[in-house]
């Protein structure tokens, strides 16, 4: 069965300071992958996405994810951390024919401290 | 770029009562629309898929006759929670995939907070 696991609840990290997220996957096929972000009380905006090409993937706010198979891994990086950065962080994997359901991981809460 | 209004935003309702929330897509046509649950500080639930024109097909475990879903446009969705109790208080979302886009990243709603009292 398809599934994605974010192993970290929540991360603090520093204004300014880079960031990682993880994210590891498990799926029969070659996976369609994304990053969601949600703002508290807010619904999710895409990130970024991976289909196929090139396994660095450069998405929206100057984060950018790195796909490798190997490691059924898609993290998440930022080498600057924003306070505005603070949100929930969903990874996504996208599953069947057609109509792509989306299955999310359990989020990450970033925090971000002065 | 592709928009999904979702409203209301939030609602409160009585216990036995229902609520309809409408998912619309604004500018472009949604095939295919997905409704999802999430509770407090938790991940996204997929509860149904719906597809315009036909019936939803809902995932394993969601009551079907609950959670009523209507597509009967390529633009609006909606999901009514029948006989509301305090357990469907919750927050849901829908998203929506357009009519021949390859973008394979759904655009989402922006939500409904539903308190059942």
């Known amino acids: 069965a398809q599934s994605v696991t974010q192993p970290d609840i929540h991360i603090t990290v520093s204004e300014g300071a880079s960031l990682e997220l993880r994210c590891n996957y498990s799926?029969?096929?070659?996976?369609?992958l994304f990053w969601y972000v949600q703002s508290p009380g807010q619904g999710l905006q895409l990130l970024l996405k991976?289909?196929?090409?090139?396994?660095l993937v450069q998405g929206i706010k100057g984060f950018e994810a790195e796909f490798k198979r190997s490691q059924s891994s898609f993290n998440l990086r930022k080498p600057s951390v924003h306070w505005s950065d603070a949100a929930e962080y969903f990874c996504a994997v996208g599953r069947g024919t057609g109509g792509f359901k989306t299955i999310f991981g359990a989020g990450t809460r970033l925090f971000v401290k002065a | 770029g592709a928009v999904v209004s979702q409203h209301p935003s939030w609602v409160i309702c009585k216990s036995g009562t229902s609520v309809k929330i409408e998912c619309r897509s604004l500018?472009?046509?949604?095939?295919?629309m997905f409704w999802y649950r999430q509770f407090p500080k938790q991940s996204l639930m997929l509860m149904a898929t719906s597809n315009e024109g036909s019936k939803a097909t809902y995932e394993q475990g969601v009551e079907k006759d609950k959670f009523l879903i209507n597509h009967a446009s390529l633009t609006l969705s909606t999901l009514t929670v029948t006989s509301a109790h305090p357990e469907d208080s919750s927050f849901y979302i829908c998203s929506a995939r357009s009519q021949g886009r390859t973008n394979y990243g759904y655009t989402f709603g922006s939500g409904t907070r539903l308190t059942v009292v």
């Open positions: 500018d472009f046509q949604a095939t295919t």
């Open positions: 799926y029969g096929a070659t996976p369609y």
């Open positions: 991976y289909f196929s090409g090139d396994t």
